[in-house]
């Protein structure tokens, strides 16, 4: 009788290692997970897209251009990089390099475009549980 209690034990003991295994595994998955946004944002600049960039644009943001730097509104900010990516055409993105600066993340790379390569530097602030754009600078290689 005490065979099959000593067995039962071990039962117990190794159900209760493997559910706090779990729940220490879960807690450092979701614990360090990235506030999305970085990666969206680098797929839109990618294909030019203003308008799927304008989900991650912050109230102000700083955008400097080849001749011009300005702070602009989400709504003024859109129709800035809408113009600038239809009149060099976006042909693609190169990420440089990319990473996390306390509660914000940066990208750095090249937007390919027919009129030429740009330098691009996106800063990124966590607001409200996601990232937005702070400031994207843009400048001719």
């Not at 839109?44 to 001749?67: F, H, M, R, W």
């Not at 993105?93 to 990208?107: A, H, I, L, P, T």
């Amino acid at each position: 009788m005490a065979y099959y209690s000593t067995i039962a034990c071990k039962q117990i003991f190794m159900r209760k290692i493997i559910f706090l295994s779990t729940l220490v595994i879960a807690f450092f998955m979701t614990a360090f997970k990235p506030i999305a946004g970085l990666d969206d944002v680098i797929n839109a600049l990618k294909t030019g897209n203003a308008q799927e960039l304008s989900k991650y644009i912050d109230d102000n943001v700083e955008i400097s251009l080849p001749g011009k730097s300005d702070n602009y509104s989400r709504a003024q900010a859109v129709m800035v990089l809408k113009d600038f990516f239809n009149n060099n055409g976006v042909t693609g993105f190169d990420v440089q390099f990319k990473g996390e600066n306390g509660s914000g993340q940066y990208c750095i790379g090249n937007l390919k475009t027919r009129s030429g390569v740009y330098r691009t530097t996106v800063f990124m602030r966590a607001k409200d549980n996601k990232q937005l754009i702070k400031e994207i600078r843009f400048k001719a290689s």
